[in-house]
C-alpha cells in the first residue's frame, strides 16, 4: 500500500506561480513512477505529467509543457509540481498518483492521492 498526500493548492492570479507537493508513504520503489493529473468540474481526468523516482527524463502533457516541472526528493520522498504562468483553465483538483510504468494514461496509476484543489483567478 502507498499513502499520498497532495498539499500546496489555493487560490492564485492568472500568471502567477504555485508549486504543489505530494507526500509519499509505505511501500515505495525507486522503480516507481509519481504521476501529477487533474480534473476540471464536468471533464474527464487529464494527464500533466510524471517522473521516477529513480530520475531519468520526465514526461509532460503538450497543455503544460514549459509552463510546468515535475520534480522529486527522494529524501523526503515527495515529489513536487511547480506551476508558472498559469492560466483560468488550468484550474481544476490536481492529484499525484503511483504507477509501475512511465505513462500519461490514468488507468496505469495504482495508488492516488485525495487531491489538491487550484483555483486561477483571471
Not at 61 to 81: C, E
Not at 90 to 109: E, H, N, P, Q
Amino acid at each position: 500500500q502507498v499513502q499520498l498526500v497532495e498539499s500546496g493548492g489555493g487560490l492564485v492570479q492568472a500568471g502567477g506561480p504555485l508549486r504543489l507537493s505530494c507526500a509519499a508513504s509505505g511501500r515505495t520503489y525507486r522503480s516507481d513512477v509519481m504521476g501529477w493529473f487533474r480534473q476540471a468540474p464536468g471533464k474527464e481526468r487529464e494527464f500533466i505529467a510524471a517522473t521516477r523516482w529513480s530520475g531519468g527524463s520526465p514526461i509532460y502533457a503538450d497543455s503544460v509543457k514549459g509552463r510546468f516541472t515535475i520534480s522529486s526528493d527522494n529524501s523526503k520522498n515527495t515529489v513536487y509540481l511547480q506551476t508558472y504562468s498559469l492560466k483560468p483553465e488550468d484550474t481544476a483538483v490536481y492529484y499525484c498518483a503511483v504507477s509501475y510504468r512511465l505513462s500519461g494514461i490514468s488507468r496505469d496509476y495504482v495508488y492516488w492521492g485525495q487531491g489538491t484543489q487550484v483555483t486561477v483567478s483571471s
